[in-house]
């Protein structure tokens, strides 16, 4: 039958320690109640029923709070004789989220304060109750004994060991309970997803086992990530202290993959398509054109052999920005490597710059605090170097931008958020299309990605998309004046 203790405990002496609540005790939704009401139930003799507990809920529905309310109902409150409790995670900066929170209600909570030893790792509670932080990616500790754990986003775990040991060294615990807290994650070979897989069959009834316990909060299949409805299936703090407006928002800046893991909590693959479908295609206005008294911005996408190579162009005009496309295709028939492959025309490809430059003189960069003038030419050098140097000694405008996280994942962020706002338009140049529809994205954070092909070995090209990024996030800094450097992501 469920059991009421914790919940008394967490509503009596734990206490909010940030935002409008800081300082006033939890009072838990009724959601919350019901939860821990039946994760705590009691079978025959009052021995509490489950030793597992998993437990999905999207980001912001109050995990670490709560779990941080239950470790210290586990140190003080829950009848275990030198109790051992445990934070873990994946790494020691996860795990010490939830122990730093149960840290700071104990010195909100005099009556706490009073009973518990804070340490920088460690509480001590009275009876030689001990409450510790372990995360994955340290070496464990033999001779373990504990008694209630709180394990945090179990999906970033490498392995299973932590969890082991977790669960096979409380056998001889009276009643010993492993609670996993996570958000949905992207890698179904993982931990994560193998006690997914096995709540879903425990709740269906297809496996028989009284012991785990688990809930999980998404929406049901089929039912599209805009809609509020899916929003509130999966997020069952929306309406208290959960806002409508922060999701309205991040539903337009966030990709569909995305926002289904964090805010929906489903589980999606690593990779994923970037753009949703027909949106780059809907923005196709072949009667916008550029204008020759406007700066220009250039992304170049080199390439060597067996590859594309693609040059694109792009224009501010007031708040929208106008895109085009030229590629060098390969095989180019104009002669071999001393490898046997065909090779990109470079010298076609500097001519064609030379073209841009001439046609659109109007200066958009300074570098080194001089103005140059005609476009910013931005180019990946891992294959145009040589090339560069030749046009930068002829006075155009280059500028380097390797292709790391700290320049690209912003940059791509950029070009979304405008394409989202339809302030990207181009004239539905089919190959371009093409790229950007082959454009898979892979998560770097919650708000970030990188873009990628479905597979390395995919013969699908994605060039121009990328090309299209760098031109983009250069074009839409201001023009230059005279105490104005170089853009670089």
């Not at 779990?67 to 995670?89: I, R, T």
């Not at 269906?204 to 009284?210: E, I, Q, R």
């Not at 040589?386 to 390797?402: D, K, N, T, Y």
């Not at 990605?449 to 060039?463: C, H, V």
Request: charged share 25%; net charge neutral; glycine share 8%.
């Amino acid at each position: 039958m469920p059991d009421a203790r914790a919940v008394r405990f967490i509503e009596a002496f734990c206490r909010h320690s940030k935002g409008e609540r800081a300082g006033s005790l939890l009072h838990l939704a009724p959601w919350q109640r019901r939860m821990v009401n039946e994760l705590m139930a009691t079978g025959p003799g009052g021995r509490r029923w489950h030793r597992i507990g998993y437990i999905g809920l999207p980001r912001k529905n109050g995990k670490s709070t709560l779990g941080a309310a239950l470790a210290l109902y586990g140190l003080l409150a829950d009848g275990e004789p030198g109790a051992e409790v445990y934070s873990c995670a994946g790494d020691r900066r996860q795990a010490e989220i939830v122990f730093g929170e149960a840290k700071r209600m104990v010195a909100a909570e005099p009556e706490l304060a009073a009973v518990v030893r804070v340490q920088r790792y460690h509480l001590e509670g009275p009876g030689h109750a001990i409450y510790r932080v372990l995360s994955a990616d340290a070496a464990l500790q033999q001779g373990l004994n504990p008694s209630f754990v709180i394990f945090d986003e179990v999906h970033v775990q490498p392995t299973e060991d932590l969890w082991n040991a977790m669960t096979l060294g409380s056998g001889t615990r009276r009643a010993p309970l492993i609670v996993g807290l996570t958000t949905a994650g992207v890698d179904e070979a993982s931990l994560a997803y193998r006690l997914y897989a096995y709540g879903l069959a425990v709740r269906a009834g297809a496996v028989d086992d009284p012991t785990f316990f688990f809930r999980w909060w998404e929406p049901p299949a089929g039912l599209d990530y805009r809609d509020p409805a899916a929003w509130r299936a999966a997020n069952p703090a929306l309406g208290d202290f959960l806002k409508l407006d922060d999701f309205e928002a991040a539903v337009r800046t966030t990709t569909e993959s995305p926002f289904r893991r964090f805010r929906l909590n489903q589980w999606v693959p690593a990779e994923h398509l970037w753009l949703p479908a027909g949106l780059w295609e809907g923005q196709a206005d072949p009667a916008r054109v550029f204008d020759p008294r406007l700066p220009l911005a250039v992304g170049i996408d080199p390439a060597y052999s067996d590859d594309t190579f693609a040059v694109v162009a792009a224009q501010r005009q007031g708040e929208d920005t106008i895109v085009r496309a030229r590629f060098f295709l390969n095989p180019y028939p104009i002669g071999h490597s001393d490898r046997g492959e065909w090779v990109v025309d470079h010298e076609a490809v500097r001519g064609y710059l030379r073209d841009l430059a001439a046609r659109f003189p109007a200066p958009a960069v300074r570098i080194d605090g001089q103005t140059r003038p005609g476009p910013a030419f931005v180019y990946d050098p891992s294959s145009f170097t040589e090339s560069a140097q030749i046009l930068e000694g002829e006075g155009l405008a280059m500028i380097a931008m390797p292709q790391t996280d700290a320049r690209m994942v912003p940059a791509t962020r950029l070009f979304y958020d405008l394409l989202l706002d339809r302030r990207v338009w181009h004239d539905g140049d089919e190959i371009l299309a093409l790229h950007f529809r082959n454009c898979h994205a892979v998560e770097r954070g919650e708000n970030g990605w990188r873009l990628r092909k479905g597979t390395k070995s995919s013969a699908r090209k994605i060039d121009g998309a990328i090309a299209a990024v760098m031109a983009v996030a250069q074009v839409v800094q201001p023009p230059p004046s005279p105490r104005m450097g170089a853009f670089v992501v």
